[in-house]
Each structure stands twice: as structure tokens, then as C-alpha cells.
Nanobody, 125 residues
């Protein structure tokens, strides 16, 4: 089993910042998993935001490049997403995910079997 617990969501005004956290645990968790953040807005499909390997190499969706930063502490089984210059279109439920995602598919939902419950981010204009 793998447990992923997100925190740090909230409501901010456009231009603001938030930092999301995700703590992983469980016997099935492997610290070498690719970890990622996804988001899902009402009525839309879940989409990949950012992913990070155990060597800290990163992948970002075009929509967040330059505004969001993903990082992790392998020893603490913790993942973060620093979000800056937030816009109303960033409003969504944000999910942490972990698995052996393939290098060319790190932002694909289907690559991940382990998911957190999500944390809500709301950005007002």
C-alpha cells in the first residue's frame, strides 16, 4: 500500500502564491518513484502539472512553466509544488501521484497507480 497525503491548498487572489506539500508513506512506496502533481478543474479532465524523478530532474506542463516549481526530499518522502503568479485558470483540485512513470509520459494520468485525495486551490480575480 501507498499513502499520499496532500496539504497546503487554499484561496488566494490572482498574482498570489501557494505551496503544496505531499507526504508519502506505506510499505509499497519506493523513494525512487517518479512523483508528480496533477490538477482537475470542474468539468475538465485531470491534467499533469509537473513531475520529478528521484534525481530531481523535472518536467512541467507548458501552462505552468516559469510559475510553478516542483521539488522533493527523497529522504523525507516529501514532495512540494511552489506556485507563484497564480491565475483564476489555476483553480482546481490538485493531486499528488507516484509510480514508475515512463520518461516520455510523466504527465500522463495513466502512468500512475498511487494518488492522494487532493487539496483544493482557488484563485479569485
Amino acid at each position: 500500500q501507498v499513502q499520499l497525503v496532500e496539504s497546503g491548498g487554499g484561496s488566494v487572489q490572482a498574482g498570489g502564491s501557494l505551496r503544496l506539500s505531499c507526504v508519502a508513506s506505506g510499505r509499497g512506496y519506493n523513494s525512487h518513484f517518479v512523483m508528480a502533481w496533477f490538477r482537475q478543474a470542474p468539468g475538465k479532465e485531470r491534467e499533469g502539472v509537473a513531475a520529478i524523478d528521484d534525481d530531481s530532474s523535472t518536467t512541467y506542463a507548458d501552462s505552468v512553466k516559469g510559475r510553478f516549481t516542483i521539488s522533493r526530499d527523497v529522504n523525507r518522502n516529501t514532495l512540494w509544488l511552489q506556485m507563484t503568479s497564480l491565475q483564476p485558470e489555476d483553480t482546481a483540485m490538485y493531486y499528488c501521484a507516484a509510480d514508475w512513470a515512463r520518461s516520455w509520459a510523466k504527465l500522463r494520468v495513466a502512468e500512475y497507480n498511487y494518488w492522494g485525495q487532493g487539496t483544493q486551490v482557488t484563485v479569485s480575480s
